[in-house]
């Protein structure tokens, strides 16, 4: 039997296991008289001795008995001749297990480990010594002939470390320590170890932001938006914590909110922080910032008069229901009591459940209060309505009638509000004899003024419902003509978006994304800006101060705003 042991040791012992099936008293296969030789390159062998190996007992839990002193031979290859078994009856031998110590006199224990990925570029390479080294030579390269080869000019040193070291991101390195023993000798060479560098320095990965504002930490502590100014429509963070988003993220556990609003006076919408470190951009041989980012779609839902008195209406949304809306509204508003009505003269089937109707809403918001009048795809005419703020909408479900789960478009459905407050739904095949509906009356308590209109929800996310209605009368005090919006549905506003870079001193450049509608991407996505488009504009990359992102046009009054939210994470430089 021949060990190739993978390179040269300096060996101390070796133990035996032999051969012990059960019968091996009485067989005896076992390794009797027994030739050990030794070789460093396999061909030449060397004859270390002959020797007897112990015979096994046959037995469980068999420690070994056989220890073999390797007299501290230099060797990679070692053979065991077995000469002799035990039972001399068969030509058969067998070991059970063999075991090799050796005196540790190469390095080992390499720090960075072998093949480590993400290491700083600041690293400090460490190793155990060699038990007899009195120096040690260190060859390093990205080239791993150079290292193999030892071609590469070493540094002797006489610690077992070698650093910090300048290194460069997004690289692999090789290294070897060979152990010098005594001057004059030839050292020892080492094994051949490698690391990969981190892929990018980090400017912000927005996971060290805590809800602790009392000491600093919070998100909007550090990115300083336009909250509470009239020039800055920026809010970066969520008004009650959690400030960060945890659950939008590109990496890590958290990401930046970044709610953008350009429609109330600011032309744009910026948040700035000041660097403490990683200032200096040219560390590692950077090339670029990265940083990711995503928004919201733009809004499906639409309301058009065309030709007049006929309104067309399109909407996603999941439904109006359970604690909170998802569906397109077309509003007024209204003051004190009044009354809406309409015909619904189709609904498209996305769902049995899609609702197309009238409405009552105390606010815009997707928990609000609300009562409406529906007809649905394929359930009749609904009553339904929300009691009170962010609480589970009830419905008419179980005292509808026959006749009104059987309506389908084209039907007439009204909707009144009294003075105290009580809701009214009914119904009607020509909009001149009206029904009432069996619900009625709801009482909800709402502000003196509300928003009353025209609902549609398509009952499946992502899924858009078209319907159309016709003979809409409002009566009361109303407000402004038709506006309309999502309700629920997270949707962004095309808006410029810019990155600004700047030093302590002079001009900061200001870098636009190349996409009108960036804000509109609903996926992650890298923007990547060359570093030394911002050195040719004058930045000093050794330095950079301060970084901001912003929507819309800076010191454009006559731009167009508009609103949205946005997510950023992992500011890189890479």
């Known amino acids: 039997i021949e060990y190739d042991l993978g390179k040269v040791y300096r060996l101390y012992e070796m133990w035996v296991w032999n051969f012990n099936e059960s019968l091996e008293s009485v067989i005896g296969l076992g390794f009797k008289d027994v030739t050990i030789e030794y070789s460093i390159d396999g061909t030449d062998f060397t004859t270390l001795s002959t020797t007897e190996f112990a015979q096994a007992p046959g037995s469980a839990n068999y420690a070994h008995d056989t ?21 001399g009856i068969l030509a058969q031998y067998g070991l059970s297990e063999v075991r090799f110590f050796y005196i540790p006199i190469r390095a080992r224990e390499p720090e960075p480990a072998h093949e ?39 540094t002797t040193v006489a610690k077992t470390n070698y650093g910090p070291l300048s290194l460069d991101v997004g690289k692999t390195y090789y290294w070897r320590v060979d152990e ?70 590109h990496s890590g556990s958290q990401s930046m909110p970044f709610a953008y609003d350009n429609l109330s006076g600011a032309t744009n919408s910026e948040a700035a922080m000041v660097l403490t470190a990683q ?11 990265a940083l990711w980012f995503r928004g919201n779609p733009a809004s499906v839902g639409s309301f058009i008069e065309a030709p007049t008195g006929i309104y067309t209406m399109t909407a996603e949304g999941t439904d109006i229901w359970d604690t909170a809306d998802e569906f397109h509204y077309a509003f007024q ?13 189709s609904i498209q089937n996305t769902n049995a459940w899609a609702k197309a109707g009238v409405m009552i809403r105390e606010t815009l918001d997707a928990g609000s209060k609300f009562a409406a009048v529906y007809i649905t795809a394929g359930n009749g005419c609904r009553f339904q309505a929300r009691t009170d703020t962010d609480i589970a909408a009830t419905s008419d479900t179980s005292v509808a009638t ?48 509300v928003y009353v209109g025209l609902a549609l929800t398509s009952h499946s996310s ?49 870098v636009p994304h190349n996409d009108p509608l960036a804000t509109q991407i609903d996926t992650w996505t890298e923007w990547t800006i060359p570093l030394q488009d911002l050195a040719s504009q004058g930045i000093n990359l050794l330095d950079i101060n301060k970084i901001a992102i912003g929507l819309g046009t800076k010191g454009d009054a006559t731009a167009s705003g508009g609103s949205g939210m946005m997510y950023y994470d992992d500011i890189r430089l890479k």
């Open 180 to 249: 010098v023993n005594d001057p004059g000798t030839t050292p020892l060479a080492g094994d051949i170890w490698s690391f990969t560098t981190t892929e990018f320095l980090v400017v912000d990965d927005f996971e060290s932001y805590t809800d602790d504002d009392a000491a600093g930490q919070a998100i909007w502590q550090s990115w300083i938006d336009g909250f509470g100014v009239t020039d800055n429509g920026a809010q970066v963070g969520y008004l009650f914590p959690p400030y960060a988003e945890k659950t939008i993220v």
């Open 67 to 87: 220890t073999i002193d390797l007299s501290d031979i230099e060797a990679r290859y070692v053979k065991l001749t077995a000469n002799s078994n035990w039972g």
């Open 402 to 449: 026959t006749e009104q789960t059987a309506i389908t478009a084209p039907y007439w459905i009204k909707l009144e509000r009294g003075v105290g407050g009580n809701c009214r739904g009914y119904y009607s095949s020509d909009g001149i004899n009206w029904l009432s509906m069996s619900w009625n009356p709801q009482n909800i308590s709402m502000n003196s003024e």
């Open 116 to 154: 480590a990925t993400g290491v700083a570029l600041d690293a400090t390479l460490t190793w155990t010594a060699g038990r007899e080294a009195a120096e040690h030579n260190v060859f390093f390269s990205t080239d791993e002939l150079e290292v193999i080869e030892g071609t590469v000019p070493y």
């Open 462 to 510: 992502g899924v858009t419902c078209e319907c159309k209605f016709s003979n809409v009368r409002i009566t009361g005090t109303v407000g402004a003509p038709w506006d309309h919006q999502d309700i629920g549905l997270a949707s962004n506003d095309p808006e410029p978006m810019y990155v600004e870079i700047s030093n302590s001193t002079g001009t900061p450049v200001v």
């Open 279 to 289: 200032r200096d951009w040219t560390k590692g041989d950077v090339t670029a910032l």
């Open 333 to 345: 508003t209204l003051s004190g009591a009044g009354s809406i009505e309409a015909q619904v003269l």
